[in-house]
């Protein structure tokens, strides 16, 4: 698939909030536990749940893409 075909919302980052609750969703229950499943450090992961670091956008179609799929499955 194409960037171009994707959904706006599957292009940009992510704010920390929504990172927050996709993680909620997903049943990431700590920094370390995303951290695991996606192949980062928890650092990482603590710098976008901060707001200090931007979650790249590799990562936000990512998550955005299991939470859509989860929500299918169901």
């Known amino acids: 698939m194409a960037d171009s075909d994707l ?3 599957l292009k940009s980052s992510m704010p920390p909030e ?3 609750r996709h993680m909620r969703v997903l049943g990431y229950r700590t ?3 995303l951290a695991g499943a996606i192949g ?3 650092s990482a992961v603590s710098l ?3 707001g200090k670091v931007g979650v ?3 990562v936000a179609m990512l998550l955005r893409m299991l939470v859509q799929a989860q929500r299918r499955s169901f």
Do not use: G, I
């Open 48 to 50: 976008w749940l901060e």
């Open 7 to 9: 959904a706006p919302e």
């Open 31 to 33: 920094q370390a536990d």
């Open 40 to 42: 980062v450090s928890r």
């Open 56 to 58: 790249p956008r590799p």
């Open 18 to 20: 929504e990172l927050r």
